[in-house]
């Protein structure tokens, strides 16, 4: 029987910062995982060197579900971030490998193709909403079918707008403050997404991100005024720990709702699923336990008429993005997936991945998940200390980033 033999945590920054575990089993098979947590990178990497990896060694590496159930239940402790993406690097890892071993690209595993490609979204910023407009015209340009806009607020500070090339929030290693009005923004947001509208029309979908920074009923007013602009989603309009406070924005819009990318199992969802509060679930590959788990995710969403629509933001690695695609191109309630390009150098470390075309990305059409980790070239790269930024309301006070 092939066994584990190593399992070795890689902490880079090519671009950005990345944790990568690579696992490789006795007959010399290697799986690589994405274990990326955005400014808490040090924690999941020791949660993986110092407790994961040496459990590892040993064990049958085809065992994928029973590997989940003994790093989730045996642990004794359970869920949260850090717990989630070391589980997810391990699993994505094991598909990876069982992929190689059969000589079959992973979404062959999953159940086959139910579509040609996976739709994506890209995001389209600007300081200002003529930037933001000529942004919109260079993605649809591009060629993609989808487009998430997001414009600075005047006088108040902003998320979701690029400052250079590629959008990057992890911005300083103390977290960088910014400022938040959320009169500015309910009076701002309404008027440039109808802007979009205007000088592009409706033959592509339109998204918006709100990043938990409003309350239901605040988000139920924007999802209101909203309307006419028939956007894909309203992201994250509230945040989610409390999950019946989504039940008070559907009772007041049609705007679709999309929610999950910083929730971590089923059960953060779950609620949320059943309930129907949500048209979208946006859990990840690396942040909800890996394959395996986000499988258990979106096939509750199918019985519930909830759609996909994973996180997919340049801190979740070309591993992560590939892993997404596969599981994407399989299941029957696929909506959407979020895509945007890594910087240049992330491609000198990993090698291969998806291939983007016409709005949609496909996978690559080799044995596992078709991504290869330089480990050498990494060295070129060394970790940066960088957190995400924080909010502070105008008189001072802590908001949701
Ligand atoms: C998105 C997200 C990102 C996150 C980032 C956090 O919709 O893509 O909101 O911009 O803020 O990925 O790590
Ligand atoms: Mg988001």
Not at 225 to 247: G, H, I, K, Y
Not at 367 to 387: I, K
């Amino acid at each position: 029987m092939s066994t584990i033999e190593r399992a070795e945590v890689f902490v880079a920054s090519p671009g950005r910062n990345f944790v990568t575990l690579r696992v490789t089993t006795s007959d010399g098979v290697t799986g690589l995982g994405d274990a990326t947590l955005n400014g808490r990178e040090l924690a999941v990497a020791a949660y993986l060197r110092d407790h994961v990896a040496p459990q590892l060694v040993g064990r049958d590496p085809a065992r994928i579900e029973d590997t989940w159930q003994y790093l989730y239940r045996g642990a004794y402790w359970r869920r949260g971030p850090v717990t989630m993406t070391a589980i997810a690097a391990v699993d994505t890892a094991l598909w990876d490998i069982k992929g190689k071993v059969a000589g079959l690209p992973v979404y062959q595993l999953l159940g086959g193709r139910s579509r040609d490609g996976v739709l994506v979204y890209s995001h389209a910023s600007g300081t200002d909403v003529p930037a933001l407009l000529d942004d919109v015209a260079r993605f649809r340009e591009a060629g993609y079918r989808a487009i998430r806009a997001q414009a600075a607020v005047p006088g108040s500070g902003s998320y979701g707008v690029r400052k250079g090339a590629i959008y990057e929030p992890a911005s300083a290693a103390v977290p960088e403050e910014q400022l938040w009005s959320t009169e500015a923004y309910l009076d701002f947001a309404p008027t440039y997404l109808e802007a979009v509208r205007e000088r592009f029309g409706f033959g592509f979908h339109l998204l918006h991100d709100v990043h938990h920074r409003l309350t239901p009923i605040e988000a139920a007013r924007l999802g209101k005024r909203v309307e006419d602009c028939r956007l894909f989603w309203l992201e994250d309009p509230t945040p989610a720990e409390n999950q019946e406070s989504f039940r008070l924005i559907r009772q007041h819009t049609t705007t679709p709702i999309a929610v999950g990318e910083a929730l971590t199992s089923i059960w953060d969802v779950g609620h949320l699923i059943t309930e129907q509060l949500v048209d979208y679930v946006r859990t990840s590959v690396v942040h909800a336990g890996g394959i395996t788990h986000l499988r258990r995710i979106f096939d509750l969403a199918a019985l519930h008429q909830v759609r996909t629509g994973s996180h997919g933001a340049t801190d979740l690695s070309p591993v992560t993005l590939a892993a997404a695609v596969h599981l994407d191109l399989a299941v029957p309630n696929f909506g959407i997936q979020e895509y945007m390009p890594h910087a240049p150098e992330t491609a000198e470390v990993f090698r291969g991945g998806v291939r983007f075309a016409d709005g949609m990305l496909h996978p690559p059409e080799v044995p596992g998940l078709g991504v290869e980790y330089d480990a050498e070239a990494a060295e070129r790269f060394p970790y940066e200390p960088r957190s995400l930024p924080m909010a502070r309301r105008l008189d001072g006070s802590v908001h949701d980033w």
